[in-house]
Each structure stands twice: as C-alpha cells, then as structure tokens.
C-alpha cells in the first residue's frame, strides 16, 4: 500500500486558516486521497476526498500538487471543535477488498482560542 | 439509529476469557470493516465484509480473531483466550457501496477493550 507522510502535530488559533500537509510520493494512477478526521474519544470521520482536482465542500477544501505526489487539507476558519488527529490516505480499490482504509499515524491538530 | 452502533462501548475481561463484540451498521450498507486502534496509534485494519461473505481477513492478528456476519447486517467479533495485547479500541465501519471509489466509511465510537 502506498505510504503518506504527515507532520506529527500542527497548531492553530481559533478562526484561522490551517493548511494540513501530506506527502505521498509513491502515488499510483487509481489512488484516491482521502482525509478522515479522529475528535478524541470517537471513531475517525469522513472530511473529503479527492482524484486530481482540487475539491470543496462544507466541511474543507483539498488542494492536490498537479504531480499528485502532494496534498493539502484546508480549514478555511479553525474552530476548537476542530481539534483532532487528521489522517491523510491513498485508497486504492482492488477487487474485493471494498476499498479499505490503512491510515498512518496523522496529524494531531490543536486549536488556541 | 442513524449511524453505526456498537456494543458494549467498554469491557473489562481477564486474560484467557472470550469476548464479543458487536457491532449494528447503517440500515442499507453493503460494506463492514473492522478495524483495531491501540493507545496512541491509527486503527488498523482487521477485516471487510461484502453482505454476508467475509472477503478479506488479512489483517486479523492471529486465529483467537474471529468475525462474523451471518445475514448481512449485525456483525461480530470474537477474540478467543484474550491477551493484555488485545486492549485496544475496536472500531465498525460500514459504507453503502461495496468498492465504488466515493464510498465514504462511517464509523461507530468503537468498543474499548481491557484484558487484566
């Protein structure tokens, strides 16, 4: 399974924009880069997901490198609800499998009021 | 209910019991996954149904793991002769599509596991 890297921990102050990294080098063409988020005591959430194009929705936007070896998640204003491990996956969909997840070890995100 | 459930949301065993550990997905959802989540770390994968037909076990640790999910829906994990290695939190997701690429997971809160 292809492999992405993440900065172990990230700070924020409240209702400012965070930018989440993520590196995945050894990216293949039917790779998917999705990002889920785990609040402290809960299962992991979905956040958004995304091919090529840069993707928006309610919650974030994703902005992909055009070599795909990149991506960035974007909270366009931090909330303290916000505060979270974000993890960041390449989903490949093999036969059978039902396109499982494997996650890293993410990004623990902290907010500042 | 709306999303996953899972049941119980704690449980205390001593080592060498047997556990169940249950888990109600989404009305509708063709897929379940089952994933474990140490202290400290992501979850990890254990197992995928599709209906009722378990199509990938790869990443259950050892044959005291045991899943089930006999009609399609509820399913079951049991581990066997538990170990102090076997705390964790053990997370559900379902998904409504059984490999299409926008098929986002939902998961439950996950039932934590204490092996004394």
């Known amino acids: 399974d292809a492999k992405t890297t993440q900065p172990n921990s990230m700070e924020s102050n409240e209702e400012e924009p965070v930018h989440l990294p993520c590196n995945h080098s050894t990216i293949s063409g039917t790779d998917y880069i999705h990002w889920y988020r785990q609040l402290p005591s809960q299962g992991p959430e979905y956040v958004i997901h995304?091919?090529?194009s840069n993707v928006n929705n309610r919650m974030a936007s994703l902005a992909i490198a055009e070599d795909r070896k990149s991506s960035t998640l974007i909270l366009h204003r931090a909330t303290l609800r916000d505060a979270a491990v974000y993890y960041c996956?390449?989903?490949?969909?093999?036969?059978?499998?039902?396109?499982?997840?494997?996650f890293g070890q993410g990004t623990e995100l902290s907010v500042k009021p | 209910g709306a999303g996953v459930s899972q049941s119980p949301r704690y449980k205390v065993a001593k080592r060498g019991q047997d556990v169940a550990l249950r888990c109600d997905p989404i009305?509708?959802?063709?897929?379940l996954f089952w994933y474990q989540q140490a202290l400290g770390q992501g979850p990890e994968f254990l197992t995928y149904f599709q209906n009722e037909a378990q199509l990938d076990k790869s990443g259950l640790p050892s044959d005291r793991f045991f899943a089930e999910r006999p009609e399609g829906s509820v399913s079951t994990l049991k581990i066997q002769r538990t170990q102090q290695e076997d705390s964790a939190v053990y997370l559900c997701?379902?998904?409504?599509?059984?490999?299409?690429?926008?098929?986002?997971?939902?998961f439950g809160e996950g039932s934590r596991l204490t092996v004394l």
């Open positions: 997701a379902s998904s409504f599509r059984s490999g299409g690429n926008s098929g986002e997971l939902f």
């Open positions: 996956i390449l989903r490949r969909i093999v036969y059978n499998q039902g396109g499982k997840l494997i």
């Open positions: 995304g091919l090529t």
């Open positions: 009305s509708g959802h063709v897929s």
